[in-house]
């Protein structure tokens, strides 16, 4: 079992940054591909980024590349996304998860933790 944390998030004029932590329980972290997604009001949660287990391999949404930023540290249990040049339409409940090997293949994540909010005013 793995749970995840995430905070970071919180109220950010436009062209601002933030960064979002999740930390993850448990001793098999670094197995664990581990992702971001996120929830805008009204809509369904989308992708945002992910990073394989050892760092190596990086995927980022189009509507973020260029601007966000994932990272981990395995030695902390912990993955970061830091968020720069953030615009109103960042604005969602970010998520973290993670996903086993056998689940990564499939673009299934196993685990998610609550979320926290990313709001972008203008």
């Known amino acids: 079992q793995v749970q995840l944390v995430e905070s970071g998030g919180g109220l950010v004029q436009a062209g601002g940054s933030l960064r979002l932590s999740c930390a993850a329980s448990?001793?098999?972290?670094?197995?664990?591909?581990m992702g971001w997604y996120r929830r805008a009001p009204g809509k369904e949660r989308d992708f945002v980024s992910a990073?394989?287990?050892?760092?190596?391999?990086?995927y980022y949404a189009d509507s973020v590349k260029g601007r966000f930023t994932i990272s981990r540290d395995n030695a902390k249990n912990t993955v970061y996304l830091q968020m720069n040049t953030l615009k109103p339409e960042d604005t969602a409940v970010y998520y973290c998860?993670?996903?086993?090997?056998?689940?990564?293949?499939?673009?299934?994540?196993?685990?998610w933790g609550q979320g926290t909010q990313v709001t972008v005013s203008s």
């Open positions: 998860a993670a996903a086993l090997p056998s689940s990564w293949i499939h673009g299934d994540y196993d685990y």
């Open positions: 448990g001793r098999t972290f670094s197995s664990y591909t």
């Open positions: 990073i394989t287990w050892s760092g190596s391999n990086t």
